[in-house]
């Protein structure tokens, strides 16, 4: 057993010889090729793990759906300050269509929605503002708003 330990020893790489100005004992230990190997790897790891999961969050963003209006209030109509309002209000339009979160971030930016006039753009839209925690779409609405 222990000629198996000395042929182990003695397979390792051997040290360089110290200089005196090294060896000096300045109260730092200097990390091993082996620590720092490993420590690269690590970070690596991070990165390849972060980076999709950060471009499958952009991704998801941009297919989410909002509904308007809500599966609860389907059949109802959409009045132009984007309140909900019984079917057939004058002045405001049938709803029951779902938009994706990339067709919303488009139409708030001053793009319009697809299928909709220029008043029912600004009636969902306004919808789509007023969306509370907890309604169907809010979440979407709400990763829309956040910095990229």
Do not use: H, W
């Amino acid at each position: 057993m222990a000629s198996a330990i000395a042929d182990q020893d003695d397979m390792s790489e051997p040290l360089p010889p110290q200089k005196e100005a090294e060896s000096q004992d300045d109260g730092l230990a200097a990390p091993s090729r082996r620590q720092l190997l490993m420590g690269g790897a690590v970070a690596a790891s991070a990165i390849i793990s972060i980076r999709p999961a950060l471009a499958n969050t952009a991704a998801s963003v941009l297919n989410c759906t909002i509904p308007v209006p809500d599966q609860g209030r389907a059949g109802n109509y959409i009045a132009p300050n984007g309140q909900v309002v019984p079917a057939g209000t004058q002045g405001a339009f049938p709803a029951g269509k779902n938009f994706s979160g990339e067709q919303v971030r488009q139409a708030l930016r001053g793009g319009r929605l697809p299928g909709a006039s220029y008043e029912q753009n600004q009636a969902y839209l306004n919808y789509i503002r007023r969306l509370q925690s907890g309604t169907s779409g809010f979440t979407c609405y709400a990763s829309l708003q956040m910095p990229r």
